[in-house]
Nanobody, 121 residues
Framework: VQLQASGGGLVQPGGSLRLSCAYS????????MAWHRQAPGKERELVAD?????RTTYADSVKGRFTISKDNTKMYLQIYGLKPEDTAVYFC??????????????????WGQGTQVTVSS
């Protein structure tokens, strides 16, 4: 699966953004997609994910402000009420699940390049 993230930028505190992640390739193998972020000097963290069935989960720090969604070609992250601590590089990912030539279950995660979100006045 190929992923391409976009939509980042410089935003004032309290502002909003919508990040997009275009995906293509073996999309029939995808069982869950997600947004992650990595702030300077910190480890990458899961922000939100969405299953093929549309079930969503969110990190406690973003609940009520972030909304993940997807259609047949793109995944989105709508962000409201941005805070300085949301400043990070945001990455999208897709987890594929399938059986290999030996009939063994395989799970693989593909990553898009990051898009920078900076929240500052």
């Amino acid at each position: 699966v190929q992923l391409q993230a976009s939509g980042g930028g410089l935003v004032q505190p309290g502002g909003s953004l919508r990040l997009s992640c275009a995906y293509s390739g073996s999309i029939d193998r995808i069982n869950v997609m997600a947004w992650h972020r990595q702030a300077p000097g910190k480890e990458r963290e899961l922000v939100a994910d969405i299953t093929n069935g549309g079930r969503t989960t969110y990190a406690d720090s973003v609940k009520g402000r972030f909304t993940i969604s997807k259609d047949n070609t793109k995944m989105y992250l709508q962000i409201y009420g941005l805070k300085p601590e949301d400043t990070a590089v945001y990455f999208c990912s897709a987890e594929e699940a399938y059986y290999n030539d030996y009939d063994e279950p395989v799970r693989e995660r593909s990553w898009g390049q990051g898009t920078q979100v900076t929240v500052s006045s």
